[in-house]
């Protein structure tokens, strides 16, 4: 006798929902789908005792007549596919055509629907598995998808449910999605009778419903993406860096679908490289359409994984798009800040050679300096010490501290009133000798000196260092280091990229090696100390899997550090405006390379009402 049989239908139905349907909120995502692929308007969700008491999907789609409704209870049973051929190119959400013959399996189905076209409509009362009675009757066009006692006949499953709150924020997780990757959509969330969530529908912009649901206390805009390449369009919207958490906030959607990428996951954070303080995660939704023939999304029960074709050049797209969102949010910073306009958008410099000047200015200077021409008086600062003629300048990083005419109660050290009316940022000075302090058009902008002059630093000697011209200081006397054979491994493998760094170092005989030129901008640390700094980076944990480009930034990163004015550094008045003008001629100057942030505002409107005003 055979041990092989077939196994019984509902059976079957049952497997299928173990691997289908998860939990309450598996039945929301099916019932929502299908209604958003009926072509409905608005779409109605009612949720009582957590989701296994009664679950109800109401819809103004086009609604089924009866054989449809009754097809539609059968395993694989679809209006989505015809041929194999389609599923390679898959245009709508469900298609699998197993959902509501697995729900139906392990739940009391009703379904009450009526095309629109008809003047009455059908109701099928399905037991789990066991169609119980079918009738026909009056009814609003559209479906109403309506489960009760889900898991009633597996207790098994039904006692690995979460908590009641956990089930929950599961439906609801459904809900935004859905309201965000279709923003024309209406919908509402009910629970136990009490309204949760509503959208109206035909109403809300894509940038709205984003910043209602992921950024409602925002003050100011999200960070716009958008980018057209083929049949490659991206578009998002992600807050601000500030305003990201430690937690995953990212939404992503394919197509319409909301996914789970790592890939994409991944482009979005290496675009915010250098803006993210390290802990913090990206947040935002970001929607990308393009060809179905080049997404395979059946590669998951639940749909919600999916392969890309050729991911290399998604993931690029998505690096470059970010990175030129970011270029554009510091446009925006300066016009709060300086009063700059914000001009067409330019392609942000990725990793290519570069010129030898950065912002506009000479390559050379390491000490905050305005850009040239310069007014008399800031030209006659004495910015910079030099060694020789035959080396370039090395950054003073420890200001003189001359004597300023104010009382000593004054914190501040105020620039001179003629000068503040030039322009519509006005410098009013350095605030514990740390922060500068400015008045704006509307308000006041405190910038954090480090903060500001460490990523100035960074952005030219990122550009220094692909143009292979980070001016190097050769030392009077080689430091002769004994390397361990990790950092012999480190000095074989990327000697070329620490060459470009400024760093001479040459073999000395057995693991001895000697360290013949540093980066003049560190010339004030020693030897020793800029090699270990190096070495850290390429040895230690984090840094194993980076890119060659994430990773040199982060080298670079911890040179600028080391190499920008401190906090409690006193800066003259012509110092503080030379940074000023820096910030605003600089492309990018809002967060320092570890994500710090670099200026916070204060609009008048906020300091009225800490007043009471």
């Given at each position: 006798?055979?041990?092989?049989?077939?196994?019984?239908?509902?059976?079957?139905?049952q497997?299928?929902?173990?691997?289908?349907?998860?939990?309450?909120?598996?039945?929301?995502?099916?019932?929502?789908?299908?209604?958003?692929?009926a072509?409905?308007?608005?779409?109605?969700?009612?949720?009582?005792g957590?989701?296994?008491?009664?679950?109800?999907?109401i819809?103004?789609?086009?609604?089924?007549?009866q054989d449809?409704?009754?097809?539609?209870?059968?395993?694989?049973?679809?209006?989505?596919?015809?041929?194999s051929?389609?599923?390679?190119?898959?245009?709508?959400?469900?298609?699998?055509?197993?959902?509501?013959?697995?729900?139906a399996?392990v739940?009391r189905?009703?379904?009450?629907?009526?095309?629109?076209?008809?003047?009455?409509?059908?109701?099928?009362?399905?037991?789990?598995?066991?169609?119980?009675?079918?009738?026909?009757?009056?009814?609003?066009?559209?479906?109403?998808?309506?489960?009760?006692?889900l898991?009633?006949?597996?207790?098994?499953?039904?006692k690995?449910?979460?908590?009641?709150?956990?089930?929950?924020y599961?439906?609801?997780?459904?809900?935004?999605?859905?309201?965000?990757?279709?923003?024309?959509?209406?919908?509402?969330?009910?629970?136990?009778?009490?309204?949760?969530?509503?959208?109206?529908?035909?109403?809300?912009?894509?940038e709205?419903?984003?910043?209602?649901?992921?950024?409602?206390?925002?003050?100011?805009?999200l960070?716009?993406?958008?980018?057209?390449?083929?049949?490659?369009?991206?578009?998002?919207?992600?807050?601000?860096?500030?305003?990201?958490?430690?937690?995953?906030?990212?939404?992503?959607?394919?197509?319409?679908?909301?996914?789970?990428?790592?890939?994409?996951?991944?482009?979005?954070?290496?675009g915010?490289?250098?803006?993210?303080?390290?802990?913090?995660r990206?947040?935002?939704?970001l929607?990308?359409?393009?060809?179905?023939?080049?997404?395979?999304?059946?590669?998951h029960?639940?749909k919600?994984?999916?392969?890309?074709?050729?991911?290399?050049d998604i993931?690029?797209?998505?690096?470059?798009?970010v990175k030129?969102?970011?270029?554009?949010?510091?446009q925006?910073?300066?016009?709060?800040?300086?009063?700059r306009?914000?001009?067409?958008?330019q392609?942000i410099?990725?990793?290519?050679?570069?010129?030898?000047?950065?912002?506009?200015?000479?390559?050379?200077?390491?000490?905050?300096?305005?850009p040239?021409?310069?007014?008399?008086?800031?030209?006659?600062?004495?910015?910079?010490?030099?060694?020789?003629?035959?080396?370039?300048?090395?950054?003073?990083?420890?200001?003189?501290?001359?004597?300023?005419?104010?009382?000593?109660?004054?914190?501040f050290?105020?620039?001179?009133?003629?000068?503040?009316?030039?322009?519509?940022?006005?410098?009013?000075?350095?605030?514990?000798?740390?922060?500068?302090?400015?008045?704006?058009?509307?308000g006041?902008?405190?910038?954090d000196?480090?903060?500001?002059?460490?990523?100035?630093?960074?952005?030219?000697?990122?550009?220094?260092?692909?143009?292979?011209?980070?001016?190097?200081q050769?030392?009077?006397?080689?430091?002769?280091?004994?390397?361990?054979?990790?950092?012999?491994?480190?000095?074989?493998?990327?000697?070329?990229?620490?060459?470009?760094?400024?760093l001479?170092?040459?073999?000395?005989?057995?693991?001895?090696?000697?360290?013949?030129?540093?980066?003049?901008?560190?010339?004030?640390?020693?030897?020793l100390?800029?090699?270990?700094?190096?070495?850290?980076?390429?040895?230690?944990?984090?840094g194993?899997?980076?890119?060659a480009?994430?990773r040199?930034d982060?080298?670079?990163?911890?040179m600028?550090?080391?190499?920008?004015?401190?906090?409690?550094?006193?800066?003259?008045?012509?110092?503080?405006?030379?940074?000023?003008?820096?910030?605003?001629?600089?492309d990018?100057?809002?967060?320092?390379?570890?994500?710090?942030?670099?200026?916070?505002?204060?609009?008048?409107?906020?300091?009225?009402?800490?007043?009471?005003?």
């Amino acid at each position: 006798m055979s041990k092989i049989r077939i196994l019984p239908e509902n059976l079957a139905n049952q497997i299928a929902a173990g691997e289908v349907i998860e939990r309450p909120a598996s039945v929301v995502k099916e019932f929502v789908e299908n209604a958003v692929d009926a072509g409905a308007g608005r779409i109605g969700v009612e949720v009582e005792g957590a989701g296994s008491r009664l679950l109800r999907v109401i819809d103004d789609g086009e609604g089924m007549d009866q054989d449809d409704m009754l097809l539609c209870l059968e395993r694989h049973a679809t209006s989505k596919l015809h041929s194999s051929e389609e599923l390679s190119a898959i245009h709508t959400l469900g298609f699998r055509g197993e959902a509501i013959s697995s729900i139906a399996s392990v739940s009391r189905l009703t379904i009450t629907s009526r095309r629109q076209d008809e003047e009455l409509g059908h109701r099928a009362e399905i037991r789990y598995g066991q169609l119980h009675k079918v009738h026909e009757m009056g009814c609003a066009h559209g479906t109403v998808m309506e489960v009760r006692d889900l898991f009633g006949n597996v207790p098994a499953r039904r006692k690995f449910l979460k908590t009641a709150r956990t089930e929950l924020y599961h439906v609801e997780e459904i809900i935004i999605n859905s309201a965000l990757a279709f923003p024309r959509l209406g919908l509402t969330y009910a629970v136990n009778g009490k309204n949760v969530r509503s959208f109206a529908a035909g109403t809300d912009t894509p940038e709205a419903r984003v910043k209602s649901i992921m950024a409602r206390n925002l003050s100011g805009p999200l960070v716009g993406i958008e980018s057209r390449q083929d049949d490659f369009v991206l578009r998002g919207y992600l807050l601000p860096p500030d305003e990201c958490a430690s937690s995953a906030g990212l939404r992503i959607f394919v197509n319409n679908r909301a996914v789970r990428d790592r890939m994409i996951s991944h482009a979005v954070a290496e675009g915010l490289h250098g803006f993210l303080m390290k802990g913090r995660r990206p947040s935002g939704a970001l929607f990308l359409q393009l060809d179905p023939h080049r997404v395979d999304v059946n590669v998951h029960p639940t749909k919600q994984e999916i392969r890309f074709h050729r991911s290399q050049d998604i993931h690029h797209m998505i690096v470059a798009a970010v990175k030129q969102a970011m270029q554009t949010y510091q446009q925006e910073i300066q016009h709060v800040v300086f009063g700059r306009p914000v001009v067409a958008e330019q392609p942000i410099a990725l990793h290519t050679e570069e010129h030898k000047e950065i912002n506009g200015l000479p390559a050379t200077v390491d000490r905050i300096a305005p850009p040239t021409p310069v007014t008399k008086s800031i030209a006659d600062v004495p910015l910079e010490k030099k060694e020789s003629a035959a080396l370039p300048p090395l950054p003073s990083l420890h200001p003189v501290s001359p004597p300023v005419q104010v009382r000593e109660s004054t914190p501040f050290s105020f620039a001179k009133p003629q000068e503040r009316q030039k322009r519509r940022f006005r410098y009013v000075g350095q605030f514990m000798q740390s922060y500068l302090v400015c008045e704006t058009d509307d308000g006041i902008a405190v910038i954090d000196q480090h903060a500001a002059h460490e990523r100035l630093l960074f952005e030219r000697m990122k550009k220094e260092y692909n143009a292979m011209n980070i001016p190097g200081q050769a030392l009077l006397f080689p430091e002769i280091i004994e390397c361990t054979p990790p950092q012999v491994e480190v000095l074989e493998k990327y000697g070329d990229e620490i060459a470009r760094l400024g760093l001479t170092i040459r073999e000395f005989g057995g693991e001895s090696y000697a360290i013949k030129a540093v980066p003049a901008i560190l010339g004030h640390l020693g030897p020793l100390e800029i090699i270990n700094g190096v070495f850290d980076h390429y040895l230690q944990r984090t840094g194993k899997g980076k890119g060659a480009a994430t990773r040199i930034d982060d080298i670079l990163a911890n040179m600028a550090c080391k190499a920008a004015v401190k906090a409690h550094d006193r800066l003259l008045p012509e110092e503080g405006e030379a940074l000023l003008r820096r910030m605003e001629e600089a492309d990018i100057f809002s967060h320092c390379p570890h994500g710090r942030p670099v200026v916070k505002t204060f609009s008048e409107a906020d300091i009225k009402k800490w007043f009471y005003r």
